[in-house]
């Protein structure tokens, strides 16, 4: 069973509240480091954390982090970014490639590039955040892009796992931090769910319904596409 006990792990995307929760978390659960990774890092105040400079956008950014982080045996893929607006046919060509880059292509890149330094080990871990949107279209290419990872995160679980590596894809709603800071309507805090996260990944299980609202778009998944749409009998009526 996967533990997070003197584990090696590499956090994308570590300077922002959900980031910074699993740099924190993994540590408390005695991890012996973690490489906290940015496009810009951060200092940390521990000498087990290692501040990393990654791109996930950059393929030689991604060899160089694969070159210095060579013991890795977590990878969480916690790096994304939100679009310009909601409306997928209103963004430009270049706003739609970069949401899939980061979203969709850079998570798939660092799991193909870490995958042999993961495989290594007896066992390892890859943690996907995908988020409720790659369910619920409510985001744009945010809601596409998370939902070519989750599709991907399947496959890569499918493959990984006859070579001891454990992938736990994980959903939520809108979390309490600076991506979030506009939207409406209740969020959860980022302890919160990287609690359920790590919970999950020493449980040995392979996915995370952080929430209500999240368990509510699954269960919906099986009924017809207007009961998770509404609208759209409006827009038909």
């Known amino acids: ?24 978390d993994a540590l408390a659960r005695g991890a012996t ?5 940015a496009r810009t890092p951060r200092t940390w105040d521990d000498e087990r954390i290692v ?21 890795v045996t977590v990878l969480i893929n916690n790096a994304g970014a939100l679009p310009a607006g909601a409306s997928i ?13 980061t979203n969709f292509f850079g998570p798939v890149l660092m799991t193909k590039a870490f995958a042999p330094v ?8 890859i943690v996907d955040v995908h988020s409720v949107a790659s369910w619920y279209a409510f985001g744009g290419v945010y809601s596409a892009s998370k939902a070519a990872l989750w599709s991907a995160t399947n496959s890569i679980r499918l493959e990984l796992a006859p070579r001891g590596v454990h992938v736990v894809g994980v959903h939520m709603g809108y979390v309490d931090t600076a ?9 959860m805090a980022p302890s919160h769910l990287v609690r359920a996260v790590y919970d999950a990944v020493e449980a040995d299980r392979y996915e995370v319904i952080a929430d209500e609202l999240t368990a509510g778009v699954k269960a919906a998944l099986s009924l017809p596409v207007e009961a998770l749409y509404p609208q759209l009998q409006a827009a038909v009526g």
């Open 51 to 71: 501040p990393l400079t990654l791109d996930v956008n950059d393929p030689a950014s991604i060899a160089a982090a694969v070159a210095a982080a060579h013991d």
């Open 118 to 125: 993961l495989t290594a080990h007896p066992s390892s871990v």
């Open 179 to 187: 991506m979030a800071e506009h939207a409406e309507g209740p969020k």
């Open 1 to 24: 069973m996967p533990s997070l006990h003197q584990a090696v792990v590499l956090v994308t995307g570590a300077n922002g509240g959900i980031g910074t929760g699993f740099v924190h």
């Open 33 to 37: 480091k973690v490489y906290a990774t």
């Open 89 to 101: 046919l209103g963004l430009s060509e270049a706003e739609l490639r970069d949401g899939m880059e």
